[in-house]
């Protein structure tokens, strides 16, 4: 009986542990990707592109492109 104890508290322990590490490749994703679309942003005000700001905040399309075409 105390094995099987052993294998359950090590299978929530693992379940818990894959848990938080999902929340923190979450998070982590999270941070990458608005620092991303930040420099995006910030290139194209330096060029003069502010049209295409609130293009790139709806238009994931036109965002994907933008990120290839500034190597972001």
């Known amino acids: ?3 099987k104890v052993l294998e359950l508290e090590s299978e929530r322990l693992k ?3 894959e848990a ?3 929340a923190e490749g979450e998070a982590i994703g999270q941070v990458q990707g608005e620092a ?3 420099s995006l942003i910030t290139r194209l005000i330096q060029e003069q592109r502010t ?3 609130p293009i790139v905040s709806t238009d994931a399309k036109r ?3 933008l990120y290839k075409e500034y190597n972001l």
């Open 20 to 22: 938080i590490g999902r």
């Open 51 to 53: 049209e295409e700001i």
């Open 1 to 3: 009986m105390g094995g």
């Open 36 to 38: 991303r679309l930040g």
């Open 15 to 17: 379940a818990e542990g």
């Open 63 to 65: 965002r994907e492109q």
